[in-house]
């Protein structure tokens, strides 16, 4: 009988190596099929049927759904499916292919794309977030099926979704499409503590509107980057007012009290102009607002839309053509799994015997696709990951070594998922 951490051991070179075929794929939104097929070639040598699920169009009219931020056409979910005659539980392994632009490469210690291995770390953009959970979960497939060729009691989907990282319509798509299960456990970055819930958010576009001109005549003109100050003020003021509101415990939520600020308002992006000598007709702001549980997104929206008519009320010009707001991505709301769940006291059981301790179970200011199984499906969900550091910034990582820690915990979990007991 093969032992389960030698065999995760052994195969752990072979996981590496796909981790830097995923990475070497840029799978920014709408650019996501590269990664997508080296996942669909894995999986399949696996045993798994594959599935490429094409995201309807109409997606963003699905009242759950975010703002879509590209066409769907050529873009697809890829599922992984692999079926047992013993008609046992089911499971839903959950992840995203798409990743972050890498802002300032020339920032970067390496090329983002270019994966590299520095001192136990494979730094690359996505290696983190969250390219790393994928192999982590593969290598715990591959590694039970060497031990125990029939450890599979049930049915099992792996299901690559797109736009995670935007809208979460992806994991939408694949849910209205039939791929569910008694549970879904997702491989987001989590540092190898079990993640029960997040946030509600929403994204929102600002644009406002200047007159444009020659520099030589710019008393003439209106620049609209002059707003961009007093709304990011206004903004900043929103932010400080929620959180202030949850430490006063007038709109406490309790599952969030260990997060000191759990309502962020971030500037993702402004852009205006494109010559020094000409005032820009426009500028536009992109913001993601997290927000309080009992503001649905509509009403968090109309909060953020009364912050910015404070700020411009003083500016005849903006009185009179006011900014206008539109949603531009996620419309997310909070969620937060039942830590007495079965979920996840098997993964806890699973974590505590590979680490000797218990996991933590945290909460986080922000969000996962976890909360589409739990909100829209009725199925409980959690999330569980390798460590990382710098997700989303420059010279983004994830530690080698929790990879493989995080597949033992994963490996002994689907064990008692379906049936079986721990070998370790």
């Known amino acids: 009988m093969h032992d389960l951490d030698g065999v995760l051991a052994a195969a752990a070179p072979r996981a590496f190596e796909v981790l830097e075929r995923l990475v070497a794929e840029p799978s920014t939104i709408g650019h996501e099929s590269g990664a997508q097929e080296v996942l669909a070639r894995e999986l399949a040598s696996a045993g798994f049927d594959i599935t490429r699920l094409e995201i309807p169009s109409e997606i963003g009219s699905d009242p759950s759904a975010g703002v879509p931020r590209a066409s769907y056409a050529g873009r697809y979910d890829l599922i992984g499916e692999r079926r047992s005659s013993a008609g046992g539980r089911t499971l839903v392994i959950n992840g995203h292919m798409d990743v972050v632009p890498a802002d300032d490469t020339s920032r970067w210690t390496n090329p983002p794309f270019e994966p590299t291995r520095v001192d136990g770390w494979l730094v690359g953009r996505g290696a983190g977030d969250m390219k790393g959970g994928f192999v982590a979960g593969l290598l715990a497939i591959w590694a039970l099926d060497e031990i125990d060729p029939s450890w599979l009691t049930g049915d099992l989907a792996f299901v ?43 994204w929102v576009q600002i644009e406002i509107e200047g007159r444009a001109g020659h520099a030589e005549a710019a008393l003439d003109s209106v620049n609209p980057i002059s707003a961009v100050f007093p709304i990011i003020e206004a903004l900043e003021g929103l932010e400080r007012d929620m959180n202030e509101e949850h430490a006063d415990g007038a709109v406490r939520d309790e599952a969030f009290a260990a997060i000191e600020h759990p309502y962020n308002v971030n500037i993702g992006t402004v852009n205006a102009g494109d010559w020094a000598s000409s005032v820009p007709s426009v500028a536009r702001l992109e913001v993601r607002v997290g927000h309080p549980r009992h503001w649905s997104s509509e009403q968090a929206f109309e909060q953020v839309r009364a912050a910015v008519s404070t700020a411009t009320a003083q500016s005849e010009w903006l009185r009179d053509h006011p900014p206008v707001l539109t949603m531009s991505g996620y419309r997310a709301e909070r969620y937060l799994q ?5 979920i996840v006291t098997t993964l806890a059981d699973a974590h505590n015997e590979v680490h000797g301790a218990p996991p933590e179970l945290v909460t986080i200011g922000s969000t996962t696709d976890a909360r589409f199984y739990l909100n829209q499906f009725g199925m409980p969900a959690v999330a569980y990951g390798p460590r990382t550091r710098n997700m989303h910034g420059t010279d983004e ?8 820690d995080c597949s ?14 721990a070998r370790s």
């Open 160 to 202: 690559s979704v797109i736009e995670e990282e935007a809208t979460g319509n992806g994991t939408l798509a694949a849910g209205r499409a039939g791929y569910l299960g008694d549970a879904a456990l997702l491989l987001e970055p989590t540092d190898l503590n079990v993640l029960l819930g997040g946030i509600s958010l929403i």
């Open 408 to 421: 033992r915990t994963i490996a002994r979990f689907l064990q008692r998922w379906y049936g079986g007991s």
């Open 338 to 342: 039942d830590p007495q769940g079965e």
């Open 397 to 404: 990582a994830v530690e080698l070594s929790s990879i493989v």
